[in-house]
T-cell receptor, first 114, second 115 residues
């Protein structure tokens, strides 16, 4: 079955460490996204990518970095510059054309800073 | 900019009760409207959508009608089940076709259905 795989599901980080969250999709979707979810705040867009080797900052990109070297993969690095990284991170994708606004989500990765 | 406002939760209902979760939006142009559902510990899933005024989206007994005159997209279900317990997100996207269309989410409404 096609879908989005995020790993790890749970991740613990010490302050000052960078961590990378994996996101892989086999839906052949052009666009991929990273969202951050905090209680009571809904979803906020971190980065998005419409095509390979291109990505754009979302609303809260500071302290995060991404790459899009393959269509299937869009990893997110949470750097030590992110002041409050504890959150639930969701990766999503969407096809091009008329379906570009319908998002398919992964199951999420929960990051906790110790 | 675009925005989505949802009723605050949690909403607690008994099984077989009628559900309404209110959603209103602010947007320029002609956005598409969505309801997504998130079950505990999971990502979001598309529940239903509507792309133009007066469209009704429906799925799994849930319905929502795109009301341009009141800028609303309220979610309804006639008889909820325990398995409907989840967080529901209203969302909108810019109009147009292809390319990047920013999706704006509401803050989510938690629904608890008790037997």
């Amino acid at each position: 079955d096609g879908g989005i795989t995020q790993s790890p599901k749970y991740l613990f980080r010490k302050e000052g460490q960078n961590v990378t969250l994996s996101c892989e999709q086999n839906l052949n979707h052009d666009a991929m996204y990273w969202y951050r979810q905090d209680p009571g705040q809904g979803l906020r867009l971190i980065y998005y990518s419409q095509i390979v080797n291109d990505f754009q900052k979302g609303d809260i990109a500071e302290g995060y970095s991404v790459s899009r070297e393959k269509k299937e993969s869009f990893p997110l690095t949470v750097t030590s510059a992110q002041k409050n990284p504890t959150a639930f991170y969701l990766c999503a994708s969407s096809p091009g054309g008329l379906g570009a606004n319908v998002l398919t989500f992964g199951a999420g990765s929960r990051l906790t800073v110790l | 900019g675009n925005s989505v406002t949802q009723m605050e939760g949690p909403v607690t209902l008994s099984e077989e009760a009628f559900l309404t979760i209110n959603c209103t939006y602010t947007a320029t142009g002609y956005p598409s409207l969505f309801w997504y559902v998130q079950y505990p510990g999971e990502g979001l899933q598309l529940l239903l959508k509507a792309t133009k005024a007066d469209d009704k989206g429906s799925n799994k007994g849930f319905e929502a009608t795109y009301r341009k005159e009141t800028t609303s997209f309220h979610l309804e279900k006639g008889s909820v089940q325990v398995s409907d317990s989840a967080v529901y997100f209203c969302a909108l996207s810019d109009g147009g076709s292809g390319g990047y269309q920013k999706v704006t989410f509401g803050t989510g409404t938690k629904l608890q259905v008790i037997p």
